[in-house]
């Protein structure tokens, strides 16, 4: 993925960052530019203050710019978006908001801005690996990128020669066939990259200027601002559009016993990577679609320990696997505690990644 890094207008709130998103395509000529006027006060204690600086001047003075957009939307994969804070809703005229403080944070195009704040992860209900559940705290903001990599994403990695096509898949199960691999399929340049190993994920996002995401990152991020066992909240069955499963649209591939009864996404496989609806955070398929890699080592007694800032295991043999698929159909397939692990030498259909980027 190739563009030019933006600046974003960040607040603080409290001693937590509270974050928005951007992301804005440019070209050799332009670098738009987003500001979000809001009102300062003094710095509050302990909060994170400026997190990183401007990585390049912005020349075209925003609201006059190519890509302005209305009061209180921001421009973004091509279109102009509400961007309210801790999951609030644009009515209009505006956004109501707690006093905050302004910080200038660099992003990059087509990812998230994650502020940093606490959250409980694991489950106390869910198998022994989740349990105990407990708080951990993202002390500083991250950037993940809004979508699985895609295709074409991948593409752009392995013409210069970093990364490398993948291998024909040779197991036997029907659904781990090539037939269900993206890679080289010219109406899947804007599906998931899957089929892919865990080195390879991790050369892509180096390659990228970016890293594979903690385990820690990636459940904060995809339970967003949302409170209850799932990516959208608590409710079940899934809403609509919330992402790509295991559903009716795939029971004559997997079967009826494989697949969420009454859900429809419209897809028997893969789908787009902005298919689905984009939660809280700005983030979009983390619950479906693809599995997605990260960048820790596995342990079934990983929980034990509750580390409370920013775990990150490095020892061990397996690599941990987060999220659902599509052929995922089950409702604790889907909660967004749920963790499994891969050999990273392990390849699927079902499986892909995201990248995050550390802001410092």
């Not at 804005?24 to 203050?49: M, Y």
């Not at 987060?322 to 259909?349: F, H, M």
Request: net charge negative; aromatic share 8%; glycine share 10%.
């Amino acid at each position: 993925m190739t563009g030019s890094r933006i600046l974003v207008n960040c607040c603080i709130a409290g001693s937590l960052a509270v974050g928005i998103w951007a992301a804005l395509p440019t070209d050799a000529n332009e670098t738009p530019k987003l500001t979000v006027k809001l009102p300062t006060s003094s710095q509050p204690a302990g909060s994170p203050g400026v997190v990183g600086p401007p990585r390049r001047v912005l020349k075209n003075g925003g609201a006059a710019g190519k890509h302005a957009c209305p009061a209180g939307q921001a421009f973004s994969e091509g279109h102009c978006e509400a961007m309210c804070m801790e999951g609030k809703k644009w009515d209009g005229k505006g956004c109501s908001a707690a006093p905050i403080d302004i910080a200038w944070v660099a992003v990059a195009p087509g990812m998230a801005w994650i502020r940093g704040g606490s959250f409980l992860m694991g489950s106390e209900s869910g198998p022994a690996d989740e349990q105990p559940s407990h708080y951990v705290t993202q002390r500083w903001p991250f950037a993940l990128d809004r979508t699985e990599v895609s295709v074409a994403d991948f593409g752009a990695c392995v013409r210069v020669g970093v990364c490398s096509a993948p291998a024909p898949m040779t197991a036997s199960d029907p659904l781990e066939s090539d037939l269900h691999c993206n890679w080289a399929k010219e109406t899947h340049e804007k599906h998931p990259m899957n089929c892919v190993d865990w080195n390879a994920a991790r050369r892509y996002c180096e390659w990228a200027g970016k890293r594979l995401p903690t385990e820690a990152e990636w459940e904060y991020a995809a339970r967003g601002t949302s409170e209850g066992d799932f990516v959208w909240g608590a409710k079940w069955p899934p809403p609509a559009d919330v992402g790509n499963f295991a559903d009716e649209s795939s029971r004559e591939l997997q079967g009826d016993g494989a697949v969420l009864s009454g859900y429809t996404d419209h897809f028997a496989t893969t789908s787009p990577v902005r298919a689905s609806r984009t939660n809280t955070f700005g983030v979009i398929g983390m619950s479906g679609n693809v599995q997605e890699w990260v960048e820790d080592a596995y342990s079934p007694t990983a929980y034990v320990k509750g580390e409370s800032f920013e775990p990150l295991l490095t020892t061990g043999t397996d690599r941990v696997v987060r999220g659902g698929s599509w052929r995922t159909g089950t409702r604790d397939g889907l909660r967004a505690a749920t963790r499994t692990s891969q050999p990273p030498s392990w390849r699927s259909t079902a499986l892909g990644f995201r990248c995050a980027m550390t802001l410092d």
